[in-house]
């Protein structure tokens, strides 16, 4: 490794009672390109405010270099050169992108009026400085895409004579290209000296932006690796201590019906997406997938009744059936696990309990109209069993969970409905690799008995691993459907992805 | 700036929707379009404006504020009960102590607000009943008659900046209310635009949190903005009374929503972070011009009221709207 920049050793930290952190040590070179990985809950997130100075580690000390922080500080670390930018990025979105970049500069020097041409000035260089000088500067920034805005962001970051930028979840809300743009971004910062921390959740961008990989698990480091030295299996048995093996879903055929669960019939809905037919029989895992925007998520909030189709027919078990709000789909068994699980698909601040019975809170009524607590509590409980929820108690609001847990939270509440035709979109969106598996296990089992899965994804590779059946989405119509997804590999799939997305809808 | 630009503005709109119906009262009255009636429109208008200045800063921060009125008639009524009863008449200490009370009340709002985190339309509900009650039993309900005012809040009243004189002799003028109010638009637009303090605003108004985390400090920028708008609801106390010469604690109170309805059709969005003092501006003209022109145009003055209502709710429905069609446009192909 090159010349040190920043050394983190022996860092502990508890959070009453519970310890995040154990002795972890992190060490980042000048320049070098870092990737932090772990599952959720098992330490990144306090590890990188630690370094930032937002949290105070309870031991262990900050070098940057050769210098002793004291950490306790943000401002301290700002100074030396850390930059955070969060997930949410902090971002001013009724400021122009001038403002937005030079804010902290404006802050930083203690002046009490505002240089116009300075702050100008300010921005212009520090876009320049990444190659993005063609953004307007006086544009307002809600008006920019999230790739921009994280833009911006760096920018911002780079005003502030950064020499390492941590990116928390950087690529969970943007499209293949940006994340290839920012990586592009990423390795210029590179050559002039300036290091990365990279947190994230999608191995295969660990792989292509990394140099090194430090992994911890459960507070502790597991260790640090030149990411040449890894492949995919051994970073996830690293990572989770457990060997997960991907197996192909297998359809049995056994369970085909003559007429299918579900037959979606030339569903068309302006701007959104055209001429959309399929069919799904029980016991069926359906994937869909194609970029951001292709009409994947709009097609099957369609078919759920919260975005109804302006024309196209739909049939359940060959007999046709009109739904036009949600309140329909329940009473024809289809449910939908929806892609923003937080704010669509949880009351965050309720119990667990409350959250999973509350599409079933009919079926607890008394004759006077009441509601019979005792049962609705066995019935919570059952589920928080069945699903392995963990949690000492299903009284907890459901935001003392973890993402993964959260999102069983939102199955059992859709499981407890009996649905015959469960959509799930983005199953494991924002979820680490540990708990992604035992959702795909619930999900699989739920299909051999005889339940239709629908499942939409970004990630070629979770489709083709979990589902029998693929149809692959652009620009709002089916481009092409896969019979058998043993037949094919990702590299094939993102091709005709991308290829039909950039070429047009011919293919 | 083009025609496509201009659109753009909400400003245009509202300043197209004043030219039409200026026409329009032309047309029915053509003394509408003099310029003594101008001048008295800018006048009786300089109040509401003042008071929509502080009501457009609270509401660009992401609050609400309903106090103002209040806060400017406990300004009046008490500064000029003690020129009474001290004797001493003068004009800039009525002004001193209106705004002295102005901006203590304004801290107190401020308090709730920034230290205890209180929503800021109840809090601000809250001490506007508060104040006027303590008004209406400490100090009294009394009236102050014309007689009884002092000579130099009288004089204040009849000051011009401009005099011109009709065909038959008399006279008319431009008041010095609309001086006041032109120092205080451009002390203002110097604050928002130019200082750290002003663009805090902005940013608080924009993105809270971020703004804490960039280092803005959130607690001297709201003490700023409900001060400020306390010393402006001060200034508009003393002018009031000194326009209609008469002082009655039960005035004004009531009025803050048609000052509320002018600032946000003048396009400032409820949900903070966005507007401008001109719109602002536009915002009060329009509000003005409808309320002394009701009875010209056959309608009852009661109208007064329910329009001031379809503003509120057209002006919120639109920021609905909008937010709304933006997240669809995201939703269709090739958004987000």
């Keep these: 490794m090159s010349e040190v920049f920043l050394e983190a050793k022996h860092i502990s930290k508890s959070f009453v009672g519970v310890k995040a952190l154990d002795d972890v040590d992190l060490t980042i070179g000048r320049g070098e390109i870092h990737c932090l990985i772990g599952e959720n809950g098992s330490g990144k997130s306090t590890l990188i405010k630690i370094i930032g100075g937002v949290h105070k580690a309870d031991s262990g000390t900050i070098t940057v270099e050769g210098k002793q922080l004291s950490g306790s500080q943000a401002i301290e670390s700002i100074r030396s050169g850390v930059q955070i930018i969060y997930q949410d990025l902090s971002l001013f979105p009724n400021l122009t992108v001038a403002e937005n970049i030079s804010v902290n500069q404006m802050l930083e020097s203690n002046q009490q009026t505002v240089q116009w041409k300075e702050v100008r000035e300010t921005a212009r260089k520090a876009l320049e400085e990444i190659g993005e000088a063609h953004i307007s500067l006086d544009e307002r920034v809600e008006n920019l895409s999230m790739a921009k805005k994280q833009i911006i962001?760096?920018?911002?970051?780079?005003?502030?004579?950064?020499?390492?930028?941590?990116?928390?979840?950087?690529?969970?809300?943007?499209?293949?290209?940006?994340?290839?743009?920012?990586?592009?971004?990423?390795q210029n910062l590179k050559k002039k000296g300036i290091a990365t921390l990279f947190v994230s959740h999608k191995l295969s961008e660990v792989f292509e932006i990394s140099e090194n990989i430090t992994i911890i698990r459960d507070g502790k480091k597991v260790g640090?690796?030149?990411?040449?030295?890894?492949?995919?299996?051994r970073l996830v048995y690293i990572m989770?201590?457990?060997?997960?093996?991907?197996?192909?879903?297998?359809?049995?055929?056994?369970m085909k019906q003559k007429s299918p669960l579900l037959e979606v019939k030339s569903f068309s809905k302006e701007l959104q997406y055209q001429d959309i037919s399929f069919s799904l029989q029980p016991g069926e895992i359906l994937g869909i997938t194609g970029l951001i925007g292709s009409g994947r998520t709009e097609i099957v909030q369609?078919?759920?009744?919260?975005?109804p189709a302006d024309s196209g027919t739909m049939y359940m078990n060959g007999e046709e059936v009109k739904i036009s709000n949600p309140r329909d789909a329940i009473r024809h068994g289809i449910a939908l696990l929806p892609e923003d699980r937080l704010n669509q698909g949880l009351f965050d601040a309720q119990s667990i309990g409350d959250n999973i019975v509350i599409t079933i809170l009919k079926n607890f009524l008394k004759k006077i109209g009441l509601l019979d607590t005792t049962k609705q509590k066995r019935s919570a409980n059952d589920w928080i069993e069945r699903l392995k929820i963990k949690t000492p108690d299903g009284n907890l609001p459901v935001n003392s969970l973890s993402g993964g847990n959260q999102q069983r939270v939102v199955l059992a509440k859709w499981l407890a409905i009996n649905p015959k035709v469960f959509i799930l979109d983005g199953p494991t969106i924002g979820i680490d690799i540990g708990s992604k598996h035992t959702i795909h296990d619930i999900i699989r089992d739920l299909a051999r008995e005889g339940m239709g899965i629908i499942m939409i994804s970004d990630e070629i590779q979770e489709v083709l691993d979990n589902c029998n059946r693929i149809l692959l989405m652009s620009k709002g119509r089916i481009i092409k459907e896969i019979d058998d997804a043993r037949t094919t590999t990702s590299e094939e799939l993102y091709e005709i992805v991308t290829g039909a997305a950039s070429a047009g809808v011919e293919a | 700036m083009?025609?496509?630009q201009l659109m753009k503005h909400n400003e245009t709109y509202i300043l197209l929707i004043i030219l039409i119906f200026s026409a329009a009262l032309t047309m029915i009255n053509p003394v509408f379009l003099t310029l003594e009636n101008m001048f008295d429109l800018l006048r009786s208008s300089s109040g509401t404006a003042i008071l929509a200045i502080g009501v457009f800063l609270v509401l660009l921060s992401g609050g609400i504020d309903v106090s103002c009125t209040a806060i400017a008639i406990a300004g009046q009524y008490i500064s000029v009960n003690v020129l009474i009863a001290t004797g001493i008449d003068s004009i800039a200490l009525a002004f001193l102590i209106s705004i002295l009370i102005g901006v203590s009340l304004g801290a107190i709002n401020a308090v709730f607000i920034s230290i205890f985190k209180l929503p800021t339309l109840i809090t601000t509900l809250g001490t506007s009943s508060l104040y006027h009650g303590l008004l209406l039993e400490v100090v009294g309900t009394k009236a102050v008659n014309a007689g009884d005012l002092p000579e130099s809040?009288?004089?204040?009243?009849?000051?011009?900046?401009?005099?011109?004189t009709r065909a038959d002799g008399s006279s008319y003028g431009l008041s010095i209310f609309f001086l006041i109010l032109v120092i205080l638009l451009l002390l203002t637009w110097f604050i928002l635009k130019f200082t750290m303090v002003g663009r805090g605003v902005y940013a608080i108004g924009g993105n809270a949190?971020?703004?804490?985390?960039?280092?803005y400090n959130s607690h001297k920028i709201q003490f700023f903005i409900y001060c400020y708008a306390g010393f402006l609801a001060g200034v508009m106390g003393v002018m009031h009374i000194s326009m209609i010469r008469y002082g009655n604690p039960n005035y004004l109170v009531g009025t803050e929503l048609s000052v509320i309805a002018a600032v946000v059709l003048g396009g400032a969005r409820i949900s903070g972070g966005t507007g401008t003092l001109t719109g602002t501006m536009l915002g009060v003209i329009l509000i003005t011009i409808l309320e002394k022109n009701l009875i010209l145009m056959g309608l009852s003055s009661y109208w007064q009221q329910f329009?001031?209502?379809?503003?509120?709710?057209?002006?919120?429905?639109?920021?609905?709207?909008?937010?709304?069609?933006?997240a669809r446009r995201n939703l269709s192909i090739g958004g987000a």
């Design chain 2, 209 to 215: 949190e971020a703004a804490k985390r960039t280092g």
């Design chain 2, 2 to 4: 083009n025609i496509k």
């Design chain 1, 240 to 254: 989770t201590g457990r060997k997960l093996e991907a197996e192909p879903y297998v359809y049995d055929t056994k």
């Design chain 2, 153 to 164: 809040i009288k004089a204040f009243g009849k000051i011009e900046i401009l005099t011109l």
């Design chain 2, 307 to 326: 329009f001031i209502g379809v503003v509120i709710i057209l002006g919120v429905s639109i920021t609905y709207a909008q937010n709304k069609f933006q």
């Design chain 1, 302 to 307: 369609s078919i759920f009744g919260l975005n």
């Design chain 1, 153 to 186: 962001a760096i920018s911002r970051a780079l005003t502030q004579n950064a020499k390492l930028i941590i990116m928390d979840e950087a690529t969970s809300a943007i499209t293949k290209e940006e994340v290839d743009h920012l990586f592009s971004i990423i």
């Design chain 1, 224 to 233: 640090v690796y030149p990411t040449s030295e890894l492949d995919h299996d």
